[in-house]
């Protein structure tokens, strides 16, 4: 834990400090708070924060819902139904994220086959614009996440008590009056939880935006992750880049920690 977690955390405090590039690696220059003001007072930054933001917002629920959703259909079937669907539905989970991305990609291109239902129901081309390029991350990114929710919740309805269900049928409960007072506090927990883990995720999202957008800055479809790579690696700003991540690191805490309180708080309760 030392070695993966505390040595480059106080590597990346220290390069933030320092105005340091790949050629002065050995002569860092010591500047104190100033890439931290850079960061702060730097325009692409906060594009780049509220399009990851948008990415969470629309993200997080969506593929809650969906997951859930598939999971009580799932929860329905039974034998080799289930057996066959269930490998199918984790498959966004299963293929490698820069294959996947590439697939996708490659769907909504000239040559793809949503590309090619695009023209023939709207009757014009395909295009790459920013707009439709954040819709694509946004759908992709609901799409690759999707599953590991299905798992989740459908592994909380196998231990959901029968008895339970029998109960509320018995008294009349009709199944969106199962799903809203038995069901759902049933999963509340991992609801939560699958909550906290998107959120950590979708702030570090790179892999999928990087191959959508091909770095090219037209789309304006950078997020924190990417904006990072680009000041980091291609501009060659490493202290700039390691204050961004401490920055973006705090940020994960400010939006996790109420969330763990709050989960916290109700497991106390529960007890």
Do not use: C
């Not at 598939?70 to 329905?76: C, F, H, K, M, N």
């Not at 339970?164 to 506090?185: E, N």
């Amino acid at each position: 834990m030392i070695a993966l977690m505390t040595v480059p955390l106080v590597m990346a405090v220290w390069l933030s400090l320092n105005f340091i590039t790949f050629r002065t690696l050995d002569a860092p220059e010591f500047v104190g708070l100033a890439n931290y003001q850079e960061v702060l007072s730097d325009a692409r930054f906060w594009q780049a924060l509220r399009f990851t933001l948008l990415i969470a917002s629309i993200s997080v629920p969506a593929h809650i819902i969906i997951g859930l959703v598939v999971a009580l259909l799932l929860d329905e079937t039974s034998g080799r139904m289930r057996s066959v669907l269930l490998p199918g539905m984790l498959m966004p989970m299963i293929v490698v994220p820069v294959v996947g991305t590439l697939m996708f990609r490659q769907l909504f291109e000239s040559t793809g086959l949503f590309a090619w239902f695009f023209s023939e129901i709207i009757g014009q081309r395909f295009i790459f614009t920013e707009y439709s390029v954040k819709a694509l991350i946004i759908l992709h990114t609901i799409w690759a996440s999707t599953p590991f929710a299905l798992v989740i919740f459908f592994a909380g309805l196998q231990t959901l008590p029968g008895e339970l269900v029998d109960a509320s049928a018995i008294d009349g409960a009709s199944r969106l009056q199962q799903l809203r007072y038995v069901v759902i506090p049933h999963l509340r927990s991992l609801i939560v939880l699958e909550a906290l883990i998107a959120l950590m995720d979708f702030f570090r999202l790179f892999d999928s935006v990087f191959i959508l957008t091909e770095q090219n800055p037209i789309f304006k479809a950078d997020t924190v992750m990417t904006y990072n790579f680009r000041v980091a690696i291609t501009v060659q700003r490493l202290g700039k880049g390691s204050a961004m991540a401490i920055l973006a690191m705090i940020g994960i805490f400010v939006v996790v920690i109420p969330f763990l309180i709050m989960t916290y708080r109700e497991q106390i309760e529960e007890r």
